[in-house]
């Protein structure tokens, strides 16, 4: 069988050495069109959108600083407690989910107290359709690093990457992800157009659910991030995935917004 291989470069141009990438362009991507998708919604609400610069500034950071912090903590406390200057080195790769989601949870709180005019849980539940579209984004641009790689695969749209160098078709994990969020994004946003009444946490509840109950059974097909996690029943990201799940559980069921900030 003949498989697909791929070697597409992670620069979409070169200047000497260096050249922006695809990762960053999706990354980007999934930021602008996540704010065109709250922009309408503040519009269509009656919202202040001159609000929207400091959410947008508030979630970059958020989920920038989450997500690096995420991955020198969650992935390798060692090298990064020994040297943490290297935490600075972003550059250099390094960036784990779950770290940015609990950054953007922060994010949100840090603009609330700015903000004193919005519920957080209001907040949450419409940003969660552009953190599904992001997150889609994001994983489209692991594909264009050839990162993230799948297990070794007979189906037939295993993919060989090229840049591996093992030349062995593999589960294009990466892309299962991305078409999940996708569909989670689309099933997000048609829920909100249908009746904006929604019970307060449904939303942002079956995002986090959706999300890392995705992120969870996918983990089998992906091969592990670091060496630490072969002797491990269930790999870093799945155990960083099961609190989440609680949360969205009782995001949805309604129980968790009493202990919410208002």
């Known amino acids: 069988m003949e498989y697909l291989v791929w070697d597409f470069p992670k620069e979409i141009f070169k200047i000497g050495n260096w050249g922006p990438r695809w990762y960053g362009l999706m990354f980007a991507l999934g930021f602008l069109v996540g704010y065109s998708i709250i922009q309408r919604i503040f519009k269509e609400e009656g919202r202040k959108e001159q609000d929207l610069s400091s959410l947008l500034y508030h979630i970059m950071i958020g989920t920038i600083v989450g997500a690096r912090l995420g991955h020198c903590l969650f992935y390798a406390p060692e090298q990064y407690l020994k ?3 290297e935490i600075l080195f972003i550059w250099e790769g ?10 953007v949870l922060i994010a949100v709180w840090l603009f609330k ?3 004193r005019d919005y519920e957080y849980i209001w907040l949450a539940d419409r940003l969660s359709i552009s953190v599904a ?8 641009g692991n594909f264009f690093n050839s990162e993230i790689l799948g297990r070794p695969s007979t189906l037939p749209w295993a993919i060989i990457f090229a840049q591996n160098g093992d030349n062995i078709p593999r589960h294009p994990a990466m892309l299962y992800e991305a078409l999940s969020y996708l569909t989670l994004s689309i099933v997000l946003y048609a829920l909100y157009k249908k009746t904006r009444a929604q019970p307060e946490g449904r939303m942002i509840g079956l995002m986090f659910v959706w999300i890392f109950s995705s992120r969870f059974l996918l983990e089998y097909v992906k091969e592990n991030q670091v060496a630490f996690e072969t002797s491990m029943p269930i790999n870093m990201g799945q155990i960083l ?12 069921s309604g129980k968790l917004t009493r202990w919410m900030p208002g």
């Open 94 to 103: 390094g960036l784990a989910s779950h770290g940015g989601a609990i950054g």
């Open 241 to 252: 995935s099961l609190p989440f799940i609680v949360l969205g559980v009782l995001a949805f």
């Open 113 to 115: 107290r700015k903000h």
């Open 133 to 140: 579209f992001a997150a889609a984004c994001i994983r489209i």
């Open 83 to 85: 040297r943490p200057i």
